[in-house]
């Protein structure tokens, strides 16, 4: 079903008075569209699969009613996501809920020390949040059972296939009871998701509060064509021209620390975040840019769903991500919460066909512009569309060489006389 922006009071979709009480401390009044349609059908018992802008509230979509589920009962929560930061993120948001209801959550994700982990199913959390590596490695070993989940939620599920966890979330699945409710959210919605939906799901309703691969409306979009060595120079000129805090996105980890080694050169306060860094190294990273101690946290795609910083002014893409939906994760990090933001991507010359596939995914072009600290350069239109390999064809020998063998065979047996 395609949703309106419709709102409604949380009372009236069937949230509890005691998590109406928490709301009201935290100043939460009206739901998002995602909430409004998603939160009373789970107070149902349906399985559902929601599609939904990054930062448009997802969490809360599914983390309540499973909260008011667990309250009235003995059922447990499981919660899978892609990386450790989300994880910790979506902690953070239910952890006040859990709190006041007497709900006990664990996190697991890799990185993080196994005995304080495994120390912490002793208190028998009844809301399990974890990656699907770390789980895994837990059942194998027997450390953990998921035989009383009840509640399953599959949280940026295109991003879990993208990062290659069929075949863990596979497992993972093998050890849930089938008679259980399962909520996927993601902001896209490829095939394999509907397939992993028709095979796992229980006639799941579909609730779409924006077509799938739909950017957010109040993100301004920008694009500037850039020779590869001026980026640098560029990126330098708009960080003076902001004011606010700005993400900016890498395409490889040794690019991320390149550039973040470059703006602290240059009196930017820059952290960076990346599979490279230690669990404790990107919390430090992502803790201090929430506090505004960096100005500038510089990325790869880990961190393109993973963080939530309400005031990011701008999203800078210094490198076009491999796969066109990431742009839509990417710049979903600014204009969150209802509030504008803008994002400004840089392209070289020669990737034209790398913008042809983000505007058809988001089914609109972005807007070209030039900035006066580089140079102009036109985009070369012969890179279009990516080259097509060239036929194998079989060689046909050289003319006259049956000749030129036969002489000189004939010249060796004359040497060799």
Do not use: C, W
Not at 213 to 220: F, L, M
């Amino acid at each position: 079903m395609n949703i309106n922006n419709q709102s409604s009071d949380f009372q009236e979709i069937g949230i509890s008075p005691a998590i109406l009480k928490i709301l009201a401390e935290k100043n939460i009044t009206k739901p998002t569209p995602i909430q409004h349609q998603a939160i009373g059908l789970a107070l149902e018992g349906k399985d559902l699969i929601g599609i939904a802008q990054t930062g448009t509230g997802k969490t809360f979509a599914f983390g309540l009613p499973m909260l008011q589920q667990l309250a009235a009962g003995k059922k447990r929560g499981l919660i899978i996501l892609p990386t450790r930061e989300l994880a910790y993120q979506v902690e953070e948001a239910i952890k006040p809920f859990a709190d006041a209801l007497g709900i006990r959550t664990a996190v697991f994700v890799g990185g993080a020390s196994a005995p304080m982990q495994l120390k912490m199913l002793k208190n028998n959390p009844r809301i399990l949040i974890a990656t699907p590596g770390r789980l895994n490695d837990y059942l194998q070993k027997k450390k953990i059972t998921l035989r009383e989940v009840e509640i399953l939620v599959l949280d940026e599920a295109d991003r879990m296939l993208d990062m290659g966890f069929k075949p863990q979330i596979n497992r993972i699945l093998a050890h849930v009871p089938r008679e259980r409710q399962t909520l996927l959210f993601s902001a896209t919605m490829p095939q394999e998701i509907v397939k992993l939906a028709t095979a796992q799901m229980d006639l799941p309703l579909r609730i779409e509060v924006a077509p799938s691969g739909t950017t957010a409306e109040k993100v301004e979009q920008e694009l500037i064509i850039v020779r590869q060595q001026n980026k640098l120079k560029l990126l330098q000129s708009l960080l003076r021209e902001s004011k606010g805090q700005i993400l900016v996105f890498s395409r490889t980890k040794h690019g991320a620390k390149k550039i973040t080694r470059a703006l602290n050169e240059n009196n930017f306060r820059a952290a960076e975040i990346h599979a490279n860094r230690s669990l404790v190294q990107r919390r430090k990273a992502l803790e201090g840019f929430k506090r505004g101690a960096h100005k500038v946290l510089v990325a790869t795609d880990i961190a393109s769903r993973g963080i939530d910083v309400t005031n990011i002014e701008l999203v800078i893409n210094y490198d076009l991500p491999d796969d066109p939906s990431d742009y839509i994760h990417r710049i979903g990090r600014t204009g969150r919460a209802d509030k504008e933001g803008k994002a400004i991507s840089f392209a070289t010359p020669t990737q034209a066909h790398n913008i042809r596939d983000i505007e058809r995914l988001i089914r609109t072009p972005l807007r070209r512009i030039k900035h006066t600290s580089v140079p102009h350069v036109p985009m070369e239109l012969s890179s279009s569309a990516p080259k097509k390999p060239r036929k194998q064809t079989s060689r046909r020998p050289p003319r006259n060489a049956g000749n030129r063998k036969h002489k000189k065979s004939f010249r060796n047996k004359r040497r060799r006389r």
